[in-house]
């Protein structure tokens, strides 16, 4: 059990220190999509940003089991790769991203909701299902 549990630890550590070899994972950001992509100013306004979104627990969570896997991509939908994260040129491609899914909310609540009404269907501690719990 220790070896797993450090084994856990060690991949964690390893998908991480590669996406940063050149690029800063932050630990906690604020989630507004038309701030940080323009080219979403048509998609209507986005009235609600998720402030205080744990970013590094979410890639510990989704690290648990992932063996070789891009972790980066569950849910950064727009890229092939977890490098394409900074680019400028992955705007647009998140544009249509977003577009396809018709809205902002529609394509946030597809990523983050499904994902975490999922976890908790599955009696998996998982983060919040509410408006509020992501929205204050």
Request: charged share 25%.
């Amino acid at each position: 059990m220790k070896r797993l549990g450090l084994s856990l630890v060690a991949t964690t550590f390893i998908l991480i220190g590669t996406v940063a070899q050149g690029q800063t994972i932050p630990d906690e950001i604020d989630i507004n999509l038309q701030q940080s992509n323009p080219a979403l100013l048509s998609q209507g306004k986005d009235k609600k940003e998720v402030k205080g979104f744990q970013h590094a627990a979410h890639i510990e969570t989704l690290s648990k089991g992932a063996q070789d896997k891009d972790i980066c991509l569950t849910c950064h939908k727009e890229v092939q790769h977890h490098s394409e994260i900074e680019r400028e040129d992955r705007k647009e491609r998140q544009r249509a991203v977003v577009s396809a899914a018709g809205s902002i909310k529609k394509y946030m609540h597809g990523q983050c909701l499904a994902c975490h009404r999922g976890m908790k269907k599955q009696k998996e501690a998982t983060g919040p299902t509410s408006c509020k719990g992501c929205h204050s």
